[in-house]
């Protein structure tokens, strides 16, 4: 189903209709929430609540809401990595090693995800490490909490789950993550799953 059909519910609604804890099926096969809270009314779809702006604007055969979210449920963080063709190395890693169900069972968290490019420019140097060693590698390009570029400071000291402790730099409008070997440049930041945020980056963060 396309984004226009989880957007238009089966029946003629107003708000007058909507109740708390009310569930609408729309045409899309998402089921929505409904939340009043005194004269605001809000649907909820898995990871998102959107707000409606402008109620019970009268067609000829039905009703517009204006709303001020468009209702794409997100993902979890696993699932936007493995979905990014520009990801398939690190998709590879990560489920190889494991870590594929460590990050799917956290809650909001932060992933620095290398591109592949970056993955394939130190493959030597991988095939020759120890499994461990990858996996602090790995580790070391997640955060435990979830931080948006909104969050990040100059110089601000980050701590990873890996051995690697990390720190911000801010220059000329890009944000930077630095490692003891390697300094890596967010590329796309803020791509937000339901239980966290990706950074792309284009360098693979070392000891």
Known sequence: ???????I?????KTNDLQNGMIVQTMGSLELTVEVEDDD????APGIKTKIKKKDIEGKNGYIHIINEVLIPKINIVTLISGNILLEKLTSLLTSTGLVT????MDSFTVLAPYDSALNAIETTLNGLSSSDVNNILLSHVI?????????DDCMEIETLG?????????DGNVYFKAPGSKAQVKVGDIEGNNGVVHLIDEVLLP
């Open 1 to 7: 189903m396309c984004i226009r059909d989880r957007h």
């Open 102 to 105: 460590t990050l799917t069972n």
């Open 144 to 152: 435990d909490t979830k931080n948006l570029i909104k969050d990040l």
């Open 41 to 44: 009314f809000y649907f909820i």
């Open 163 to 171: 051995s690697i402790k990390l720190t911000i730099e801010k220059k």
């Open 9 to 13: 519910i089966k029946s003629n609604v």
